[in-house]
């Protein structure tokens, strides 16, 4: 079992920087892949980047290709969001969560963490 934690959220302007963490509680972090999504109040839950059990394979969704960077580190059982250029339309709850393999649905993620608020001002 997994227990996550995300922080780093907050407010920032459009075009600012933020670094979301997360931090992983358990014997197993680096047997699996790595999920951040985001949601906005009445809409799904939205796949923005995974990275696999190694941190070899990363997949990212379309709209933040060249803005977001997945990673993690084993040793330190964290993964990272690095989130640059941010706009308005990024504004979200994110959360990490972890899957036995690396998947853009969310329905494949067995844990999840109770997210972090990033909100991005015009």
């Known amino acids: 079992q997994v227990q996550l934690v995300e922080s780093g959220g907050g407010l920032v302007q459009a075009g600012g920087s933020l670094t979301l963490s997360c931090a992983a509680f358990?014997?197993?972090?680096?047997?699996?892949?790595m999920g951040w999504f985001r949601q906005v109040p009445g809409v799904e839950r939205e796949f923005v980047a995974a990275i696999n059990w190694s941190g070899g394979s990363t997949v990212y969704t379309d709209s933040v290709k060249g803005r977001f960077t997945i990673s993690r580190d084993n040793r330190k059982d964290t993964v990272w969001l690095q989130m640059n250029t941010l706009k308005p339309e990024d504004t979200a709850v994110y959360y990490c969560a972890a899957a036995e393999y690396e998947s853009r649905d969310p329905r494949d993620y067995e844990y999840w963490g109770r997210g972090t608020q990033v909100t991005v001002s015009s």
């Open positions: 358990g014997p197993t972090f680096s047997s699996y892949d």
